[in-house]
């Protein structure tokens, strides 16, 4: 199986320089406290002017490559999140369509997604840089004097100990505060994205009161963790504006017996301080880092390389043999024995017509969902020109099926991009193409922006019927080797359906293999075949079968035995469809 690499692994370049510029930083921020050093042991005592002149100028120096310095670890820690973020968006994405969440998950592994970008590009990992150097400051204070590295080291294990209480006493609220914050917010997308029923059925009051007892109960944990967090962070400033008089006052000790110089008083203070500033701001942004570490480890299990999709060879173009052997589909969570689709074999063949019928429930959706590779088969193989589903790259699979699914979905953009599937490269000949052939072509001129009209983001409403008919341009775009149409005639008038079978005819003759999915039994007289599930079981009825050179009579009781057998099942689905 294969292990996702090390982040440092990953990002190597840029923890490499985000670690040769703190370097720099940490030895150039030393300028003012040996400054300060050289001004009291040495220009005061002498009296030195061009002493005083030359330390000054090399101080300013030091501070303005500091200052550079600082400014590229900002930038590359920028850098560092925008690599991040691409790294990242196109397996989050590839993941969310090939392996599907629900909109509250999705949710929240977008704002973890969020969170971790956001501290990548932030000053507090740019601060944990700082850390490895304060056992280079505490080596310049034992030099200074021993006893003053004794009482900083001292005081670094006591802010260290403020930091590990701080942690451990804050995780379960802050555990508690993120998985509630997200299912409030999942809880009101879910509720914003119905809206309409939300109005209808009056369910506002009660809606706006469990989205406010799920608040108030992030709120609380929250407040929880931040309460004992602030004591922590206020204990941890407190104790180190402690610990830098006590320094100040055992370094002014020494000084008046004579065991170091003035100018070392102040160079204590300052190193010192430098040594416990990192842990400090670490106390201060533990909640951010461990906030950011759990949507980390959150977004590196989802989209590790054992739960994305490897990458496949293209093969040669399809002709369109659509073949589906003893599929089987028991949905999460079912009773033994449950089969929504249960052991449904079917060969579509390019240049015919497969329409499949049945009441509602019995599972005619879930097979044709499958077939167009949206839903994992539990058993059974589904191959296309002899090739297995798993060996076909998706993209090649996506550009050679044509999907109207039975809830169709627009995605955010323009009628023009969605017909083409977002393809940045798209002909509008053949988008036009596509939306003509869909019959959907002078609807669509009559929009005020036509093609550039804007849809899937509030912005334009479409009617289901108009939905529908775009969703058919879409899958017909491209001229695809295989149609799969989830009842696309079910919000169509009797012109809108006259328009979908000139289509299927059009795509059958150029020959494409097309399966549809249909409670109306007006689409059977351009059948080829039809297929009919009871209870995730099919049965078939070949209109095209003949027997080996029958005589006149034989044609003639083969002909009415046909006909015979498709009233039968239109009267059949027809009482299905008014049950």
């Known amino acids: 199986m294969p292990v996702a690499e090390p982040f440092y692994r990953v990002y190597l370049p840029h923890l490499r320089a985000l670690f040769a510029f703190s370097i720099i930083t940490n030895l150039m921020i030393l300028a003012p406290s040996f400054h300060m050093l050289q001004i009291y042991d040495r220009v005061l005592s002498s009296g030195s002017k061009p002493t005083l002149f030359f330390i000054t100028l090399i101080a300013i120096f030091a501070l303005v490559v500091y200052g550079v310095a600082e400014t590229i670890r900002t930038k590359v820690s920028q850098r560092l999140a925008a690599k991040y973020t691409v790294s990242v968006a196109d397996k989050l994405f590839a993941r969310f369509a090939n392996f599907p969440q629900s909109p509250m998950a999705i949710s929240k592994y977008l704002r973890d997604y969020g969170t971790v970008r956001t501290f990548l ?287 169709v979905n627009l995605f955010p953009g323009t009628i023009a991009d969605n017909i083409a599937r977002f393809d940045a490269d798209f002909d509008e000949q053949t988008v036009y193409k596509a939306a003509k052939a869909a019959g959907v072509h002078e609807m669509i001129l009559g929009l005020p922006k036509g093609y550039q009209s804007i849809v899937g983001m509030g912005e334009f409403q479409l009617s289901m019927g108009q939905r529908q008919n775009i969703a058919l341009a879409r899958a017909l775009y491209g001229t695809p080797k295989v149609l799969i149409l989830d009842e696309p005639n079910a919000h169509l008038d009797q012109y809108g359906e006259g328009m979908l079978f000139n289509a299927l005819i059009a795509a059958k003759k150029q020959g494409a293999a097309v399966i549809v999915v249909s409670q109306r039994t007006s689409i059977l007289k351009i059948a080829n075949r039809t297929m009919r599930i009871v209870k995730g079981q099919a049965e078939f009825l070949d209109r095209n079968k003949r027997p080996a050179r029958p005589t006149q009579a034989g044609q003639l009781a083969v002909g009415q035995k046909m006909d015979a057998e498709s009233n039968r099942l239109k009267r059949s689905v027809a009482s299905e469809s008014a049950a």
């Not at 060969?347 to 497969?354: A, C, R, S, Y």
């Open 121 to 407: 590009s932030g000053r507090t990992v740019i601060g944990l840089f700082d850390l490895p150097f304060i056992p280079f400051f505490l080596l310049l204070l034992f030099f200074v004097h021993w006893s003053i590295f004794l009482v900083t080291l001292g005081g670094i294990f006591v802010m260290a100990l403020f930091s590990y209480l701080n942690g451990k006493m804050t995780e379960q609220s802050r555990t508690k505060s993120r998985d509630m914050d997200g299912e409030a917010i999942g809880f009101a997308q879910a509720a914003f994205s119905r809206g309409e029923d939300v109005r209808t059925l009056g369910l506002l009051p009660n809606f706006i009161t469990l989205w406010g007892h799920r608040t108030a109960s992030a709120l609380i944990a929250a407040e929880d963790a931040s309460d004992k967090s602030a004591i922590f962070f206020s204990l941890s400033k407190a104790f180190r504006q402690i610990l830098q008089v006590s320094i100040m006052g055992w370094g002014a000790f020494l000084v008046l017996a004579g065991d170091m110089s003035g100018g070392k008083i102040f160079l204590a203070s300052m190193i010192s301080g430098k040594a416990l500033g990192p842990i400090e701001q670490v106390i201060g942004s533990w909640e951010q880092i461990t906030k950011s570490y759990a949507s980390y480890k959150a977004v590196e299990e989802l989209t590790g390389p054992e739960k994305t999709l490897s990458a496949r060879a293209m093969l040669p173009e399809p002709v369109g043999h659509l073949h589906a052997k003893n599929l089987i589909y028991v949905p999460k969570g079912a009773a033994p024995g449950t089969r929504i689709i249960n052991n449904i074999s079917l060969q579509l063949k390019p240049g015919e017509i497969v329409v499949v019928v049945g009441a509602s429930g019995a599972g005619k959706s879930t097979f044709v969902r499958m077939l167009a590779g949206a839903l994992r088969p539990s058993a059974g193989e589904l191959l296309m020109d002899n090739a297995q589903y798993d060996q076909w790259p998706t993209e090649q699979w996506g550009r050679n099926i044509g999907y109207v699914a039975q809830e």
